[in-house]
């Protein structure tokens, strides 16, 4: 949400373009005959996209990125309990306002929850 993506194509969440999203992972097939670069877009209140990954030949692997995300953070015990929902994110005022709205929303859902 910080930096602009280096594809002009890609619309850009730094100066707020329509449908850009401030997190992207993006998938580059290398070979020759298949190449192709995909990006993959999700907002701060979505889980991280499915990806099917190209493996040998016509075989792929659909991986669930949120998934592993959150099995990770809930097994880092030491850093999930560090995450201060009381607080806005670092640069808060770089996400767009719907964004905001959306940070502001989950924070005050968490506060509730912890209540």
């Known amino acids: 949400h910080e930096s602009r993506f280096p594809a002009r194509k890609i619309p850009d969440y730094t100066s707020r373009q329509p449908g850009s999203y401030p997190y992207l992972l993006v998938l580059t097939n290398p070979r020759p005959d298949k190449g192709k670069t995909k990006v993959y ?7 991280i996209p499915k990806i099917e990954l190209p493996l040998a030949g016509d075989e792929t692997l659909v991986f669930d990125f949120d998934a592993v995300y959150q099995e990770t953070f809930a097994s880092l ?4 309990n560090r995450a201060d929902y009381t607080q806005p994110p670092k640069h808060f005022e770089r996400y767009s306002d719907v964004d905001q709205q959306r940070i502001t929303a989950r924070m005050q859902a968490i506060a509730t929850e912890t209540a």
């Open 77 to 80: 015990r030491h850093f999930s």
């Open 41 to 47: 877009g999700f907002h701060v209140d979505t889980p």
